[in-house]
């Protein structure tokens, strides 16, 4: 029997098999780093406008909670723009020359087996590593377990339709996927790796040539469905523990890494390769991007018409949010772009009241009331989202593809977040 959750969708109708190989996209015109819109980080800018930089240069910091994280260009060009909000710099705007000047990298000189835990935290770090599939930096995680990880489960589910990267980039470099993985089991100081992956996914094929002689490594077969490659949905499939808080995983003892992260760990070590570059799916198709291009550039790429679509979803249908307009920059988790089309020129629906249907329940993987907390969040009683376990929801989306009324409950909840992140309290 496969493991799994309680709660999501099945979506296994809509999940398709990435086409082809991963592609990598012209260069392209300019790209855009700026600091995420979270009210806490800050960008602190190491170039002035009209300063030629290379691909692979760092071209400033992120300050993060007291953690000083290098932002690299992932083009060569020339910046042409310090972006700037109420005094204060947020990003920077970089103009390519086309010329694919790198910076020079350099890997780890010496055997990996010489590298201490706190070697590998300080190259993820400098390397600007992302926790794809979850939130926050690759060393902030590590650190964050301190050292008390009994259970390391690698994450290659990837149940959201339209999001195909993962399983791309495992199919076609499974063998970096799984170097990675070990030198994380030796910052994490573990001995043994659990391989959740779809029991269909072509990604156990792929793999099981590499670890079926391995004592380090044990497959873990999961059911196809959303959003089994949620971290939160992942440590209750296979461990059993269900924690209330989406934002502590590491409570559970477990570490979930996904397996883009895992390669890219393995790239940063021995190559020196600073992550500025994503794997971004639009339709059928995988496009590798620098980070910060815009994301017409990208539907261009992919012959996506955009001028006719109603909406334009930064990430997937389900977990993405709306882009502003069509050239809205990507960012560094930023794995899907989906575009949603106007069917026979009738308008996407608006809301209505709640019918207390109980569906939003029924499918919700954290097992909190969407429904109330929706209801609250308009009221502004963020105080009682917060007594309800806002905190455990994970923004799966899962509430609003079933509710009949169109409420915008995920988008609600995250309010509720971040209203009361900041003090707007009732
Ligand atoms: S699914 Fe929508 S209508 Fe039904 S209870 Fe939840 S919020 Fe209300
Ligand atoms: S409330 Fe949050 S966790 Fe629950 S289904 Fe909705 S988005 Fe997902």
């Not at 290098?70 to 970089?94: C, F, H, N, Q, W």
């Not at 990267?165 to 996927?177: K, L, N, Q």
């Not at 799984?178 to 990604?203: F, H, N, Q």
Request: overall charge neutral; glycine content about 8%; hydrophobic content about 35%.
């Amino acid at each position: 029997m496969a493991y799994t959750f309680s709660g999501g969708l099945d979506l296994s109708s809509s999940s398709r098999i990435p086409n082809g190989k991963i592609t990598k996209l012209p260069d392209p015109g300019r790209i855009v780093l700026r600091a995420p819109d979270d009210g806490v980080t800050l960008f602190e800018c190491a170039v002035s406008p009209g300063e030629a930089v290379a691909a692979y240069q760092s071209v400033g910091s992120f300050i993060d909670r007291g953690d000083v994280i290098p932002v690299y260009s992932g083009i060569a060009g020339r910046v042409s723009e310090i972006l700037t909000e109420k005094d204060r710099t947020v990003g920077i705007v970089i103009e390519s020359d086309g010329s694919g000047r790198r910076a020079e990298l350099a890997g780890f000189d010496g055997t990996l087996d010489g590298l201490s835990p706190e070697m590998i935290c300080d190259i993820l770090k400098n390397a600007a590593i992302p926790c794809r599939g979850s939130a926050g930096w690759i060393f902030r995680r590590i650190l964050a377990t301190e050292g008390k990880t009994s259970r390391f489960i690698l994450n290659c589910c990837e149940s959201e339709p339209g999001v195909t990267g993962r399983r791309a980039r495992i199919c076609e470099d499974p063998g970096t996927v799984i170097s990675g993985v070990k030198l994380l089991m030796r910052a994490l100081d573990v001995r043994r790796c659990e391989i959740a992956a779809e029991k269909d996914s072509p990604v156990c094929d792929v793999l099981l040539p590499l670890i079926r002689k391995d004592p380090l490594f044990e497959l873990r077969k999961v059911k196809r469905k959303y959003p089994q490659d949620e971290e939160l949905s992942l440590i209750y499939a296979v461990t059993g523990v269900r924690l209330s808080d989406a934002g502590h995983p590491e409570r559970s003892l477990c570490c979930v890494i996904d397996a883009e992260t895992a390669a890219a760990a393995y790239r940063a070590v021995v190559y020196g390769v600073p992550y500025c570059e994503t794997v971004v799916s639009v339709g059928d198709s995988n496009v590798i991007c620098p980070v910060g291009v815009p994301v017409s550039e990208i539907l261009d790429y992919c012959s996506v018409d955009h001028e006719r679509a109603e909406r334009i979803v930064l990430g997937g249908l389900l977990r993405g949010r709306a882009c502003k307009n069509a050239d809205e920059p990507t960012d560094n988790l930023t794995d899907a772009v989906s575009v949603i089309y106007a069917k026979d020129g009738k308008a996407i629906p608006e809301m209505s009241p709640c019918t207390h249907c109980g569906r939003c329940v029924a499918v919700c993987p954290s097992k909190i009331m969407p429904y109330y907390l929706a209801a609250m969040s308009m009221k502004k009683k963020y105080r009682v989202c917060a007594d309800y376990s806002m905190n455990a929801c994970t923004g799966c989306g899962c509430c609003d593809f079933v509710c009949p009324a169109y409420i915008p409950i995920k988008k609600l909840i995250k309010q509720a977040k971040q209203r009361l992140s900041i003090n707007t309290e009732e």
